[in-house]
């Protein structure tokens, strides 16, 4: 029989049935290698060897075949001498190809060199043995005394080239990286930034100076800007913006002769000094040198650049053009080295006519915050960008796909969904589009509230997700083979995962996709989570429902146990942000059907579970520190004490858990840039602010408003003197859809408050509006010692008028 799985190089044939059966403690099988092995390949049979032992009770020992004597049935593991006298020739196999092919009672494992027997050792021990590596913690190794193997004549290779996760952990939420690189080479994924160590089995395949948006490391605004301002961008105000370190503000020229002859000189420089740290460690080259747009929106408007975007339809024809050049100037000294440029932002549709050259990478991105992450790409709401890597693979000889697997949303706020239903479409979508390089952008954060990023900034990245350790797992085993089934490998995930509570979570996977399969708002990087219809009081009491049956299957305290309450962790994060706004709805004589401090009891519970299992004491101290601002403000959000005594339903806070998640924005005073700041007299510890540029934004009268009404001018000597939170009003409004509480004239800092509205456009629904916030500095207080600062906390909507408040 052979299997086609296209580009999924695969021949098998089925014949008889070849066995290990342990005789008395020992196996009839020896692990054979070659006298001389490459490293990787002796690690191979090293692991080849343990897992066996593991699953067998049994040695099947490593022996170089110099030293067999006698008849041995033996596993050939590398560049044996026997795999050659077989027929094979591991010199004409990729680097990442792989034989397995039964000989008799033999069996033989190679591949090419560096990755390919290891890889079917990996592959050997998944498909015939049964092991598996769903995460860094959790591995599957049945127990069987005896093994039988088909024959088989296997040979494979991943059909993605470079298979990339970025699955970056924050500062706060350290891994052990040692766990989390071998469970990565076991599941085939081959980023150079995540591995080494003991094994040194990859090198780098992207060179110097950086794996993208690179335009500022090759064209430096230190050294050209002063002297050269035309080398750099110009903007719609006739102005020359400069970049720096990949972020911006500015691009360069494209079509400018020098940058072109500066850029070409610099990637030789980048080339030849790789290539020497790479004789040096021992290891191949480079193959790709990244040379691609700043990470801004920006482009030139230049005539020339300018031109060919008329005449291409965009601004990927003065990208491709450029390209070209380099790519072609390249070419001559380094044959083997490929130029890679992104498709990104205002260049992700490819030009009418130009076509990239056949030794230039497209590396396509599936920008968030346009797609709909939970919606494959062949979905019709995501047409635009199913027709974009479509044209690009039409017209690039080499593809590559950086693909968001994050919303990166605006809201600090837990959203119970999942991305299960789009890996296997999107993958196959992507090797049918001849995709070669595929890498999945992501981050880890399971708790629901702000952490410091590597700048020590207070920032909040995707908090929620169900199912994450699923995806990245269901994406390991696609990116070899994008053409296999997804419910075999979800049924092995899930048994593995869950163990005897897998039937349960099972049904909660299928409720969840269910309900987003329902869901008529899309899942962008803009999406309030509380305007997703599913997320009402009927899908926390199904799901928690579900959650109770499948922890009364498992051990508590077990690996098991600790999954589910992680996926739990989710939703019941979601459940206590969304309270107050739930229980606005339940009719006036009912109550919750949850009790709320057993839900933020058992939030607790778990929550220090999982820090206690998977993290460091250092990293637990942080979380702790969160868990306990973040759950005195559920129990008590410390209400004015003039507003204590109203009906709940009278009162709406909005305070860090509805801010919109903060950006950095470029504004006529320079780069600002917005996010949380641990603070004791805040409203749950955390309050929002800004990095302005120049003092000159803190001389300037502060304003509020709500959305488009007449605006309110906060003037210096009305700023309370004592430097802590005060309540500001704004006034009187009928809150309606779409409605906005702001702050700066720009509008950057806001709230969005229509989760009050009615629904009817023209209902009356007056409240008044109150804004919390915070001068610091002597730009607001006289004889500060204090760094200038505004800082906001809460907004709040009160239906009546309350004599005495705020002041």
């Known amino acids: 029989m052979i299997c086609n799985f296209k580009k999924f190089m695969l021949i098998m044939f089925l014949s008889v049935f070849a066995l290990i059966i342990p005789r008395e403690g020992k196996s009839q099988y020896t692990i054979v290698q070659a006298d001389q092995p490459a490293k990787l390949d002796k690690f191979a049979a090293q692991e080849l060897f343990g897992y066996l032992f593991r699953v067998t009770g049994t040695s099947c020992w490593v022996k170089s075949e110099s030293a067999l004597s006698g008849k041995v049935v033996g596993i050939y593991v590398g560049a044996t001498k026997f795999a050659a006298t077989n027929g094979i020739n591991v010199a004409q196999l990729g680097e990442q190809e792989w034989i397995i092919r039964s000989v008799g009672k033999n069996i033989i494992i190679t591949g090419g060199r560096p990755l390919g027997t290891l890889y079917g ?204 050049v380099i790519a072609e100037g390249i070419e001559k000294d380094y044959p083997d080295v490929l130029i890679q440029t992104f498709a990104y932002n205002q260049t992700q549709t490819p030009p009418k006519k130009l076509k990239p050259r056949h030794n230039v990478i497209i590396r396509w991105c599936d920008k968030f915050g346009i797609s709909d992450l939970v919606r494959p790409l062949n979905h019709p709401c995501n047409a635009k960008h199913y027709n974009q890597i479509r044209a690009w693979g039409n017209i690039a000889s080499h593809v590559a796909v950086w693909d968001y697997w994050i919303t990166y949303g605006r809201y600090s706020f837990p959203v119970p969904y999942c991305m299960i239903q789009c890996i296997g479409p999107d ?116 799901a928690e429902k579900i959650f109770d049956s499948a922890e009364a299957l498992v051990k508590p305290g077990s690996l098991q146990a600790l999954h589910i309450q992680k996926e739990r962790l989710i939703v019941e994060a979601a459940l206590l942000y969304l309270w107050p706004w739930l229980e606005r709805n339940v009719p006036l004589n009912a109550k919750m059907p949850f009790d709320h401090e057993t839900v933020i009891r058992r939030y607790e519970t778990n929550l220090r579970a999982q820090s206690d299992a998977f993290y460091s004491p250092s990293a637990r101290a942080v979380r702790e520190d969160k868990l306990v601002k973040l759950t005195d403000l559920f129990r008590n959000p410390k209400l004015p004490e003039k507003l204590r005594n109203l009906p709940p339903r009278d009162v709406a806070d909005f305070n860090w858990l509805t801010f919109l998640f903060p950006w950095t924005w470029h504004t006529p005073e320079g780069q600002q840039r917005f996010h949380y700041v641990a603070d004791e007299d805040a409203c749950g510890g955390w309050a929002m602010t800004f990095d302005a540029e120049n003092d000159d934004v803190y001389k300037k009268p502060f304003v509020v408003g709500v959305t488009d009404n007449e605006p309110v001018i906060i003037k210096h000597k009305d700023i309370v003197q004592d430097e802590k939170f005060n309540f500001y009003e704004i006034g009187k409004f009928n809150i309606k859809k779409g409605d906005v509480v702001w702050a700066r004239a720009d509008k950057l800092l806001r709230v969005p408050v229509d989760r009050l509205a009615k629904k009817s456009p023209n209902a009356l629904n007056k409240w008044n509006v109150y804004i919390s916030l915070k001068f610091k500095g002597p730009a607001y207080v006289k004889n500060s010692s204090q760094l200038n600062g505004i800082f906001m906390d809460r907004v709040l909507l009160v239906r009546r008028n309350i004599a005495g408040f705020p002041r």
């Open 121 to 324: 050792v990996y592959e050997f021990l998944e498909n015939q043995v049964g092991c598996h590596w769903l995460d860094p913690y959790t591995e599957v190794v049945p127990s069987k005394p005896a093994l039988a193997f088909t024959n088989l004549n296997i040979r494979a290779k991943p059909v993605f080239w470079q298979r990339h996760f970025g699955i970056a952990a924050h500062q706060v939420n350290p891994v052990d990286h040692e766990k989390r690189n071998i469970c990565y080479l076991r599941n085939k994924v081959n980023d150079a930034d995540y591995f080494g160590g003991s094994t040194d089995a990859f090198y780098r395949v992207t060179g110097s100076p950086a794996s993208c948006h690179s335009f500022s490391y090759y064209v430096k605004a230190s050294r050209w800007f002063e002297s050269h301002p035309e080398y750099f961008e110009l903007n719609d105000k006739g102005q020359r913006v400069p970049a720096y370190d990949g972020e911006g503000p500015g691009q360069i020229c494209l079509t400018h002769p020098d940058v072109r002859l500066i850029v070409l000189e610099e990637l030789r420089n980048y080339i030849a000094k790789d290539r020497v740290t790479a004789a040096e460690n021992g290891c191949p080259p480079p193959r790709i040198y990244d040379i691609s747009q700043n990470d801004q929106d920006a482009h030139c408007l230049c005539k020339k650049c300018q031109a060919i975007v008329v005449r291409e339809g965009g601004e990927s024809g003065p990208l491709v053009d450029f390209i070209n």
């Open 427 to 542: 993958l196959k979508l992507f090797a049918d589009a001849h995709v070669e390089i595929l890498y999945c952008e992501e981050e880890e954060e399971s708790l629901c509230a702000p952490a410091k990023n590597d700048l020590g900034k207070v920032e909040c990245h995707e908090p929620g997700e169900n199912f994450k350790n699923l995806k990245y797992w269901l994406g390991y085993k696609l990116a070899v083979n994008p053409y296999q089934p997804t419910e075999p490998l979800i049924k092995v995930f899930m048994d593995g995962y869950y163990g005897a509570a897998s039937p349960k979570m099972n049904e909660y996977l299928n409720y969840l996709q269910g309900l987003i399969g329902k869901e008529p708002s899309t899942m962008m990087v803009q999406t309030a989570p509380h305007k997703l219809k599913y997320l009402d009081l009927n899908f926390f009491v199904t």
